[in-house]
């Protein structure tokens, strides 16, 4: 059972922004370590956001990401068939004294 | 830039131990963490533990069993993670991931290529 929750599935249409979810954003999870990943079929996570809302050099500025409350959330603008992949936030948990990541979500471009 | 390098592929029997071994290049800091991280087949991502290559010292998550270790080389900038007494379940992709913080705050981090443990008998 992940620590944190992410809905299992997302989609939409090319063009249109999606929005993933990651809850669970606790007192003893530090919001200035999460992060999400892009994993493609078959590769390496693919690093997207760290700190929740900065984006490494080479990320299209298409993908942002945010928090509110005990929720983060991964923003996909001008979707495209290339984001169809499982993205996965991540976070340090200063109780567990561990790294913890949701269970993932798929994202389908229909 | 920083680019991580893992060890080949292994198969191994139940009961058996594998040394899976890691090592970053370029613009590294000199104090940073390296962090394991493994995926069973289609399941999700799972953090093992870290190390510290510099002073050697570990945190490992408590879903992970005890025969785990990691282990440091000085000398060659070389982290090894050791599973001991390897089951079905421990067959998995295990990710080498260089940060600059324990806490992954900060900064990227990068992802080495991974390495795949099998155990088969």
């Known amino acids: 059972q992940s620590v944190l929750a992410q809905p299992p599935s997302a989609s939409g249409t090319p063009g249109q922004r999606v929005t993933i979810s990651c809850s669970g954003i606790?007192?003893?999870?530090?919001?200035?370590?999460l992060t999400w990943y892009q994993q493609l079929p078959g590769t390496t996570p693919k690093l997207l956001i760290y700190?929740?809302?900065q984006r490494p050099s080479g990320v299209p500025d298409r993908f942002s990401g945010s928090l509110s409350g005990t929720s983060a959330s991964l923003a996909i603008s001008g979707l495209q068939s290339e984001d169809e992949a499982d993205y996965y936030c991540a976070a340090w948990n200063d109780r567990l004294n561990a790294r913890v990541f949701g269970g993932g979500t798929t994202l389908t471009v229909l | 830039q920083v680019q991580v390098e893992q060890s080949g592929a292994e198969v191994e029997k139940p009961g058996a131990s594998v040394k899976l071994s890691c090592k970053a290049f370029g613009d590294t800091f000199t104090d940073h963490w390296i962090h394991w991280v493994r995926q069973a087949p289609a399941q999700g991502l799972e953090w093992v533990g870290m190390i510290n290559p510099s002073l050697g010292s570990t945190t490992f998550s408590q879903r992970v069993p005890g025969r785990v270790a990691l282990t440091r080389d000085p000398s060659t900038s070389t982290v090894y993670l050791h599973l001991y007494s390897l089951r079905s379940e421990d067959t998995a992709m295990y990710y080498c991931?260089?940060?600059?913080?324990?806490?992954?705050?900060?900064?990227?981090?990068?992802w080495g290529p991974g390495t795949l443990v099998t155990v088969s008998s």
């Open positions: 700190s929740a809302n």
């Open positions: 606790t007192s003893n999870i530090g919001s200035h370590t």
């Open positions: 991931v260089y940060s600059k913080n324990s806490d992954n705050s900060g900064a990227p981090d990068y």
